[in-house]
């Protein structure tokens, strides 16, 4: 791996206190994970997790255009599309979803700054953050239909802590979602100026930290809500989901996958905002807005292990499957934006079809052990 695609640092804080800061480095790629940047963030969790004077973990991203855009979409194209079958697609969900699942369970608070664009890889950091501080760049967006694949990264797990019917819709039409509607849908805590970065990053240091998860969670708290802070966030545009959330729950309503996709696209409003969402869902594949449903099915049966190990098994059977390497084809590799789809509309997709994506691809799940 190039030295430069993680920068790593440890803070210095009072009392001989201290924090260790992740930077993801790759701005040309819009800070997309490859597979040793996770084993490396992985490793040194492991290793601080040991220290007992660092007492929190803060993740970054280089530049200003994304914290994370997602994973490294091209090395699992060229998995897909090897003689060997997608054994590296394979093996970077599952390590992907193992670092997930740790940040889920760290026992340090962990941080994570979402300036710019946050997606796919990148929300997997910041769902499994402890705090998640956006700003006014932050664009989040889970719009992996349009690539054939489905939201992952835990985000079953996160469907039920959303407003009613917000997580099918944002999931079937790629919507973006800005930093007040993140705050408003409680997928992050603060919101700061990049403006304040460096004054927030002395502020952080100017502090003794404690052992105590829960008391580090407060001195955060308090001090993302200093007035200064706040102050610099006074031109962010209102939430767009807040203000269109019960037009939003009824387009939701329905007994099926096909009453709710008839309802969006029936939907006449002339707001780009609407109009865009409808063309992400006329774009994408039919056979992720199935499995989309079907994440929405299960998102209340199922805990944070159980939601890894159902989305691994869907990751890994959809690698096998087409739409996912016919997506990245058209829309990255070689950026014709005219996907072939297995199936030209969610009705022609059948339940046999989607009963060959849940089945299990081993005997043994390789996440069983977490």
Same mark, same amino acid.
């Given at each position: 791996?190039?030295?430069?695609?993680?920068?790593?640092?440890?803070?210095?804080?009072?009392?001989?206190?201290? !924090?260790?800061?992740?930077?993801?480095?790759?701005?040309?790629?819009?800070?997309?994970?490859?597979?040793?940047?996770?084993?490396?963030?992985?490793?040194?969790?492991?290793?601080?997790?040991?220290?007992?004077?660092?007492?929190?973990?803060?993740?970054?991203?280089?530049?200003?255009?994304? *914290?994370?855009?997602?994973?490294?979409? /091209?090395?699992?194209?060229?998995?897909?599309?090897?003689?060997? +079958?997608?054994?590296?697609?394979?093996?970077? *969900?599952?390590?992907?979803?193992?670092?997930?699942?740790?940040?889920?369970?760290?026992?340090?608070?962990?941080?994570?700054?979402?300036?710019?664009?946050?997606?796919? +890889? %990148?929300? %997997?950091?910041?769902?499994?953050?402890?705090?998640?501080?956006?700003?006014?760049?932050? /664009?989040?967006?889970?719009?992996?239909?349009?690539? %054939?694949?489905?939201?992952?990264?835990?985000?079953?797990?996160? !469907?039920?802590?959303?407003?009613?019917?917000?997580?099918?819709?944002?999931?079937?039409? =790629?919507?973006?979602?800005?930093?007040?509607?993140?705050? *408003?849908?409680?997928?992050?805590? +603060?919101?700061?100026?990049?403006?304040?970065?460096?004054?927030?990053?002395?502020?952080?240091?100017?502090?003794?930290?404690?052992?105590?998860?829960?008391?580090?969670?407060?001195?955060?708290?308090?001090?993302?809500?200093?007035?200064?802070?706040?102050?610099?966030?006074?031109? !962010?545009?209102?939430?767009?989901?807040?203000?269109?959330?019960?037009?939003?729950?009824?387009?939701?309503?329905?007994?099926?996958?096909?009453?709710?996709?008839?309802?969006?696209?029936?939907?006449?409003?002339?707001?780009?905002?609407? /109009?865009?969402?409808?063309?992400?869902?006329?774009?994408?594949?039919?056979?992720?807005?199935?499995?989309?449903?079907?994440?929405?099915?299960?998102?209340?049966?199922?805990?944070?292990?159980?939601?890894?190990?159902?989305?691994?098994?869907? =990751?890994?059977?959809?690698? /096998?499957? %087409?739409?996912?390497?016919? +997506?990245?084809?058209?829309? !990255?590799?070689?950026?014709?934006?005219?996907?072939?789809?297995?199936?030209?509309?969610?009705?022609?997709?059948?339940?046999?079809?989607?009963?060959?994506?849940?089945?299990? =691809?081993?005997?043994?799940?390789?996440?069983?052990?977490?």
């Amino acid at each position: 791996m190039p030295d430069d695609e993680l920068l790593v640092e440890i803070l210095d804080c009072q009392n001989d206190t201290k !924090i260790g800061h992740i930077v993801l480095n790759s701005p040309e790629t819009l800070n997309s994970l490859t597979l040793n940047m996770v084993n490396q963030i992985s490793d040194l969790l492991d290793q601080w997790e040991k220290s007992t004077q660092i007492k929190m973990v803060f993740i970054s991203g280089s530049g200003e255009k994304a *914290f994370c855009a997602g994973g490294d979409i /091209r090395a699992l194209y060229d998995s897909m599309c090897s003689d060997e +079958g997608p054994v590296f697609a394979e093996d970077f *969900f599952e390590s992907e979803y193992r670092l997930d699942y740790k940040l889920h369970n760290y026992p340090k608070p962990v941080i994570s700054i979402l300036d710019g664009i946050v997606m796919g +890889g %990148g929300a %997997g950091l910041m769902f499994a953050s402890s705090y998640r501080i956006a700003t006014e760049r932050t /664009r989040f967006a889970m719009p992996e239909i349009g690539v %054939g694949l489905f939201p992952d990264v835990g985000f079953t797990h996160e !469907i039920k802590k959303l407003p009613k019917g917000l997580g099918l819709y944002i999931m079937l039409t =790629a919507t973006n979602l800005h930093a007040t509607d993140t705050i *408003f849908c409680k997928l992050t805590d +603060g919101i700061l100026n990049s403006k304040d970065f460096d004054s927030f990053y002395k502020d952080m240091k100017s502090l003794a930290w404690k052992s105590n998860y829960e008391d580090n969670i407060k001195l955060l708290d308090s001090l993302i809500n200093r007035k200064k802070y706040s102050l610099g966030i006074r031109d !962010i545009p209102e939430s767009k989901i807040e203000k269109e959330i019960i037009k939003i729950q009824k387009l939701t309503e329905g007994e099926n996958l096909a009453s709710v996709v008839a309802n969006i696209l029936s939907n006449s409003s002339e707001d780009e905002w609407y /109009r865009k969402g409808k063309q992400s869902l006329q774009n994408g594949s039919p056979t992720s807005a199935h499995l989309i449903w079907l994440q929405c099915e299960n998102s209340l049966k199922l805990n944070l292990k159980e939601v890894f190990l159902f989305e691994l098994n869907l =990751a890994v059977q959809i690698t /096998r499957k %087409g739409d996912f390497k016919e +997506g990245v084809r058209a829309l !990255i590799v070689d950026k014709d934006n005219n996907p072939k789809w297995k199936f030209n509309s969610i009705e022609k997709v059948s339940q046999d079809w989607i009963n060959e994506h849940t089945k299990s =691809a081993w005997e043994t799940n390789p996440l069983e052990d977490l």
